[in-house]
C-alpha cells in the first residue's frame, strides 16, 4: 500500500465523520475534501477526483451559492483538473467564473485577479474559441490593423503579456519601490529563473 492510498483512507475517515462532528455546513469538511482531490491526482486516479471535484462545485454552490469565495475556489480548483486531463474546452466556463468573481471583488489590478485573467486568455487561446467580448475583439483588431486577426495567438500574446505584468507587481510587493525592483532585475543573470510562491 503506498502512502497515497494511506491518505487517501485517512482522508475518506475524515471525511466521513467530520460533519457528524463539525456540523453539515463545516468549511473544514469541504477543504478536506479539497486536498482528497490532490490525493486522488497523485494516486493517478483522475476519475475519481474529476468527479470528487465536480461534487465540491455542485455541493458548494448548494451550500454557499454561486458568488460565494468558497464556490470561487471549487471552480478554480475543477478548471485546474481539467486542465491536466488535456480537456481545455471544458475549463474556460469556470475560468471565466473565477476571473469575473475576482475582477468584481478585488478589482482589475490585484494579482490574484490578473492571474485569473492570464488564466482565461491562456486557456482560450489553446481550445481557439473567439473572444466572447465584442469590444476585446474590435480592440485587438484596431491594435493589430489586420481584419484577419488570429486570435487564438492574439489571446496567448495576452496571457504572456498579463504574465509579465504581474511578475512585475509581485517584484514590486517584494522588493518594494521601483528602483529597489530595477536594482535587483539588474543583479538577475541574463536567462536567470524566477519562481513563484
Known amino acids: 500500500m503506498g502512502r497515497s492510498d494511506v491518505a487517501e483512507g485517512l482522508l475518506k475517515r475524515v471525511i466521513e465523520t467530520a460533519p457528524r462532528v463539525l456540523g453539515r455546513g463545516h468549511g473544514l469538511n469541504l477543504a478536506s475534501k479539497f486536498v482528497l482531490v490532490r ?46 486531463l488535456k480537456r481545455h474546452s471544458e475549463a474556460p466556463p469556470y475560468i471565466g467564473k473565477v476571473y469575473t468573481f475576482r475582477l468584481e471583488t478585488w478589482g482589475p489590478e490585484r494579482p490574484d485577479t490578473l492571474e485569473a485573467k492570464r488564466d482565461y486568455y491562456r486557456v482560450r487561446g489553446i ?42 507587481i509581485y517584484e514590486q510587493n517584494l522588493l518594494g519601490s521601483s528602483e529597489d525592483a530595477e536594482q535587483a532585475r539588474i543583479s538577475i543573470p541574463p536567462g536567470g529563473q524566477h519562481t513563484s510562491c
Open 127 to 168: 481550445v481557439g474559441q473567439q473572444l466572447q467580448s465584442e469590444q476585446t475583439r474590435a480592440k485587438m483588431i484596431s491594435l493589430s490593423g489586420n481584419q484577419n486577426t488570429d486570435l487564438k495567438s492574439d489571446a496567448r500574446s495576452e496571457a504572456s503579456e498579463l504574465d509579465e505584468f504581474i511578475f512585475s
Open 39 to 84: 490525493v486522488l491526482w497523485e494516486g493517478r486516479k483522475f476519475g475519481d477526483a474529476e468527479t470528487l471535484s465536480r461534487n465540491n462545485v455542485q455541493n458548494s454552490q448548494r451550500m454557499f451559492g454561486n458568488n460565494h469565495p468558497t464556490t470561487i475556489t471549487c471552480m478554480s480548483n475543477l478548471a485546474d483538473l481539467l486542465e491536466r
